[in-house]
């Protein structure tokens, strides 16, 4: 097992200062982020964030990307994009890139269930069904197009998306190659939607586990209530060791199928700076590892 750190979490950073602290700190990897973003006053995770490469003129960024990444010591986990499974050109772009850093394995996100990415405005009004059934033959597509590249496309298992559970990645996936797609659990993404225990859910995906990520939650009860008078809960990122989900189990979990693999971490929580948040997550990772029987720095699969 390796540990990464995905870049969406450290929009302090540049790029340049992302790889020297991560490097310096013992991290055995990095995936970027990689979308146009839109501009902010002050860095932020999903705007104005350093650490993001621009989707416009990646093919000239990537040369760039691959000697600083390299000349710090770490490895590519992945890489972190967002182009939408319908969107072809764009994840063709993506799947080129990623084959032509050496990065292996790319997300490539599946359909929200709202107007915006990830699903955070109003319902779409298409019916389940249909966004399902559309993402599938975008999938074989997909599929199709790693092979060419040699390089595997992840999906992401995302609140608001149609695929926010383990059964709804696999019954997606099902019949297609797992050597060039699969899926990327993650704890935090889980506790909002789609959460099922830790180990059947592995062993649900098989072949198709092939990248995971680790970041924390709580629903905290909010001051009002809802129509009818009952009380009204939100989800908050939280420090990986004070959310509710428990990473100890998690990686006992993982340690009970047979996990290799990159663990990536994106700690959206802002109550310790960014690098004293960085270098404690990587010390609470290897000693929870251990404890969980996992062995850290053994090869990624």
């Known amino acids: 097992m390796k540990?990464?750190?995905?870049?969406?979490?450290?929009?302090?950073?540049?790029?340049?200062?992302?790889?020297?602290?991560?490097?310096?700190?013992?991290?055995?990897?990095?995936?970027?982020?990689?979308?146009?973003?839109?501009?902010?006053?002050?860095?932020?995770?999903?705007?104005?964030?350093?650490?993001?490469?621009?989707?416009?003129?990646?093919?000239?960024?990537?040369?760039?990307?691959?000697?600083?990444?390299?000349?710090?010591?770490?490895?590519?986990?992945?890489?972190?994009?967002?182009?939408?499974?319908d969107n072809h050109d764009d994840v063709e772009r993506m799947l080129a890139a990623t084959a032509a850093l050496g990065a292996g394995q790319v997300r490539v996100t599946t359909l929200p269930l709202g107007t915006a990415e990830w699903g955070t405005e109003a319902p779409s009004g298409i019916p389940y069904p249909a966004l399902f059934e559309a993402a599938r033959r975008d999938f074989e597509w997909v599929a199709e197009r790693a092979a060419h590249h040699g390089v595997k496309a992840l999906v992401e298992l995302h609140h608001?998306?149609?695929?926010?559970?383990?059964?709804?990645?696999?019954?997606?996936?099902?019949?297609?190659?797992?050597?060039?797609?699969?899926?990327?659990?993650?704890?935090?993404?889980?506790?909002?939607?789609?959460?099922?225990?830790?180990?059947?859910?592995?062993?649900?995906?098989?072949?198709?586990?092939?990248?995971?990520?680790?970041?924390?939650?709580?629903?905290?009860?909010?001051?009002?209530?809802?129509?009818?008078?009952?009380?009204?809960?939100?989800?908050?990122?939280?420090?990986?060791?004070?959310?509710?989900?428990?990473?100890?189990?998690?990686?006992?979990?993982?340690a009970a199928h047979g996990y290799d693999g990159w663990v990536t971490v994106e700690d959206f929580s802002t109550e310790l700076p960014l690098a004293e948040r960085t270098a404690g997550n990587l010390d609470y990772l290897r000693r929870t590892a251990a404890i969980a029987g996992l062995t850290a720095g053994a090869g990624a699969r």
């Open 3 to 85: 540990f990464s750190v995905f870049t969406a979490s450290t929009p302090d950073w540049t790029p340049e200062e992302a790889v020297t602290h991560l490097s310096g700190q013992g991290w055995d990897g990095i995936e970027w982020r990689i979308t146009d973003q839109a501009e902010a006053p002050e860095p932020g995770f999903w705007a104005g964030n350093k650490a993001t490469i621009p989707l416009t003129g990646l093919e000239d960024n990537l040369g760039r990307v691959a000697t600083i990444t390299r000349d710090a010591g770490l490895e590519f986990s992945g890489i972190g994009g967002y182009a939408r499974c």
């Open 160 to 254: 608001r998306t149609i695929t926010a559970s383990a059964s709804s990645a696999r019954r997606l996936l099902e019949g297609l190659d797992p050597r060039h797609v699969g899926v990327i659990h993650d704890l935090g993404n889980l506790l909002i939607e789609g959460q099922e225990d830790y180990l059947p859910a592995f062993e649900l995906l098989g072949e198709y586990l092939a990248h995971i990520h680790v970041k924390n939650a709580v629903w905290v009860r909010q001051d009002t209530t809802d129509e009818s008078g009952a009380a009204v809960f939100r989800n908050e990122w939280a420090p990986l060791q004070s959310g509710q989900g428990s990473v100890l189990e998690y990686f006992k979990a993982l």
